[in-house]
């Protein structure tokens, strides 16, 4: 039984109900789910495989050595990966261009995130829809939404940890451990916040 993927948009779920049109690949914290249709493609965290194993184009042969690239803590050809401007709100896009521009081994706050697309939008800030946008968020590692943590979290606090819309089980597991990855990769720093 394929457990539900995490991070697919609502249009990206149409192709999700044909699993074998999926490449999976393993990585060091989990399988990804990939979507290589081109007009939404995406990817997404999952338990287990599903679909294939097996790159079928030469797009895909070059998206899974960009992953095996970036488990090695080299990040520049999957951050180079062409992202469809098609998928997600203008909020949603907002939220994750801002997600771009915070650096491996430091983090930010939903909060922090909030008032910087705020500005970039004229609005209010609104965190708790920055949190809904990182949950959608079609691209994990792509666009670093696990670098985005709750100001408890930027405290020092532990026990509560959200990843993907869940705050259990294996996905906030995997937000902890890409961050302690992306530690160990900068050995003389320590994940810090952002703010200014």
Excluded at 73 to 99: K, N, Y
Aim: charged share 15%.
């Amino acid at each position: 039984m394929a457990y539900a993927p995490h991070y697919f948009t609502n249009v990206t779920l149409v192709s999700m109900n044909s699993s074998s049109s999926l490449l999976s690949i393993h990585t060091p914290w989990g399988w990804l789910w990939v979507d290589p249709n081109p007009s939404h493609q995406g990817w997404a965290w999952a338990q287990e495989a599903s679909g294939r194993q097996r790159p079928e184009s030469a797009e895909e042969e070059t998206l899974l050595n960009a992953f095996t690239a970036y488990t090695q803590g080299d990040d520049a050809t999957l951050m180079a990966w062409p992202l469809p401007h098609t998928v997600g709100t203008p909020f949603q896009r907002a939220v994750w261009s801002d997600l771009l521009a915070i650096p491996k081994g430091k983090t930010a706050s939903y909060g922090e995130v909030a008032k910087r697309v705020a500005q970039t939008m004229g609005q209010k800030p609104a965190p708790q829809a920055v949190g809904q946008a990182c949950r959608n968020n079609p691209w994990p590692l792509r666009v670093p939404c696990h670098r985005v943590i709750s100001t408890a979290e930027q405290q020092g606090k532990t026990g509560f940890v959200g990843y993907a819309g869940h705050t259990l089980g294996y996905l906030p597991a995997i937000k902890t451990q890409l961050l302690a990855w992306e530690q160990q990769l900068l050995p003389n720093t320590r994940v810090e916040s952002t703010r200014h």
